[in-house]
Nanobody, 115 residues
Framework: QVQLAESGGGLVQAGGSLRLSCAAS????????INWYRQAPGKQRELVAH???????DYGDSAKGRFTIFRDTTKNTVYLQMNNLTPEDTAVYYC?????????WGQGTQVTVSS
């Protein structure tokens, strides 16, 4: 059983920054990828950032140039550094892990950006 715990969300003014964390625990033999998704009220969940087992990264269009995904394998933690935030970034952010043929989700962390 794999558990993911997100943290770091909160209220920030437009132009500010936040760093989200996703700590993984439990037994898993092979992690294929870890993703950050977000879901705003009334909208579909969208991919924000992706990091593969090999360390390659990819970003959704809304995140490119502003967000950075990185990991600390010693802590089993993946981070999402978000800079230059806008009110359009307001959403619940979810961590998602693909591993051992299964997909795991965290409970989400709320990010609210005020104008």
């Amino acid at each position: 059983q794999v558990q993911l715990a997100e943290s770091g969300g909160g209220l920030v003014q437009a132009g500010g920054s936040l760093r989200l964390s996703c700590a993984a625990s439990g037994r898993i033999f092979s992690i294929s990828a870890i993703n950050w998704y977000r879901q705003a009220p009334g909208k579909q969940r969208e991919l924000v950032a992706h990091i593969s087992r090999g360390g390659s990264r990819d970003y959704g269009d809304s995140a490119k140039g502003r967000f950075t995904i990185f990991r600390d394998t010693t802590k089993n933690t993946v981070y999402l550094q978000m800079n230059n935030l806008t009110p359009e970034d307001t959403a619940v952010y979810y961590c998602n892990l693909y591993g051992d043929g299964s997909s795991y989700w965290g409970q989400g962390t709320q990010v609210t950006v005020s104008s």
